[in-house]
């Protein structure tokens, strides 16, 4: 079974400067979930999909954020206006039902 | 709010010394507790899941239990291989946010030869 493919592997971009990530879920995972981890810290929910629409986007800061699953499978989060507290790694993960995640490798972005 | 403590932050063990990693949580209504395994440049990789209190699970030098406020995942005789950042996370059962696995910062787990 393929993993969760994640691209770029690395992005550095200059504050104010827009970027987006892509992710393909395995096949047949109806649910997408974008985390943000910070150097040190856990990862923090962004966004999560159910097919293509959105259950929880709570904690995706809706100014500079976007994210999109179109079709109900791959999907691409955007930034823009990036900041420097936007640093991070971006992880998608993908699940059959409600348990047992699957990761991808992430992105790792540098705002500089 | 639900919360996600794990201790220690880091911890250095030669091999062969068995240790254990805590995670204490508070959740409204727990419906599962995970444990990933995350080696740096990389996604966290799924361990265990665990359901309710006094569930022990069990893989290669690994053992996860949990009980209604705390979960210890136990490393009998570590490898330097087993050297990586464990994390913890809860889901809990309330309904917009359901599948939703909130982390704590992990414990940086170094086994030396």
């Known amino acids: 079974e393929a993993g969760v493919a994640q691209s770029p592997r690395y992005k550095i971009i200059e504050k104010r400067q827009s970027v987006a990530f892509w992710c393909n879920p395995i096949?047949?995972?109806?649910?997408l979930y974008w985390y943000q981890q910070i150097l040190g810290q856990g990862p923090k929910l962004l966004i999560q999909?159910?097919?293509?629409?959105?259950?929880?986007d709570s904690q995706l800061p809706k100014d500079r954020f976007s994210a999109e699953r179109l079709k109900g499978v791959d999907s691409t989060l955007k930034i823009q206006p990036a900041k420097l507290e936007d640093s991070a790694v971006y992880l998608c993960?993908?699940?059959?039902?409600?348990?047992?995640?699957?990761f991808g490798s992430g992105t790792r972005l540098t705002v500089v | 709010e639900d919360q996600v403590t794990q201790s220690p932050e880091a911890l250095r063990l030669q091999e062969g010394e068995s240790s254990s990693l805590n995670c204490s949580y508070t959740?409204?209504?727990?419906?599962?507790l995970f444990w990933y395994r995350q080696d740096p440049g990389k996604g966290p990789e799924f361990l265990f899941t665990?359901?309710?209190a006094g569930e022990e699970k069990e893989k290669e030098r690994l053992k996860a239990t949990l009980t209604k406020k705390e979960s210890f995942l136990h490393i009998t005789a570590p490898k330097p291989e087993d050297s990586a950042t464990y994390l913890c996370?809860?889901?809990?059962?309330?309904?917009?946010?359901?599948?939703?696995?909130?982390f704590g910062k992990g414990t940086k787990l170094s086994v030396k030869p």
């Open positions: 993960a993908s699940s059959l039902v409600s348990y047992g995640y699957t």
């Open positions: 665990l359901y309710s």
């Open positions: 096949s047949g995972h109806a649910t």
């Open positions: 959740v409204s209504g727990l419906r599962g």
């Open positions: 999909f159910q097919n293509n629409g959105v259950v929880d």
């Open positions: 996370a809860v889901q809990g059962n309330y309904g917009g946010s359901q599948g939703n696995l909130i």
